[in-house]
């Protein structure tokens, strides 16, 4: 599944979400001087231990 990451000027990821589906609600970050948007392939059940998701990535 796809996810996208918002990461700060160091390349941390700080932020993750979804991109909403038909007529989900739909969320548009309004990011900081240096942070970016990247979009991220991750396992389906990446939720269940997300503290390990951000130790691994940030």
């Known amino acids: 599944m796809k996810i996208n990451v918002i990461k700060d000027k160091n390349g941390?990821?700080?932020a993750t979400f979804?991109?909403?589906?038909g007529?989900?609600?739909?969320?548009?970050?309004?990011?900081?001087?240096g942070h970016?948007?990247?979009e991220m392939e991750v396992e389906q059940d990446y939720k269940d231990?997300?503290?390990a998701f951000y130790d691994k990535h940030g």
Not at 18 to 21: G, L, R, S, T
Not at 23 to 33: A, G, K, N, Q, R
Request: hydrophobic share 40%.
């Open 49 to 51: 231990d997300i503290k």
């Open 18 to 21: 979804e991109k909403a589906v």
């Open 36 to 38: 970016t948007v990247h």
């Open 12 to 14: 941390k990821v700080i």
């Open 23 to 33: 007529d989900e609600i739909s969320v548009t970050p309004v990011l900081e001087e």
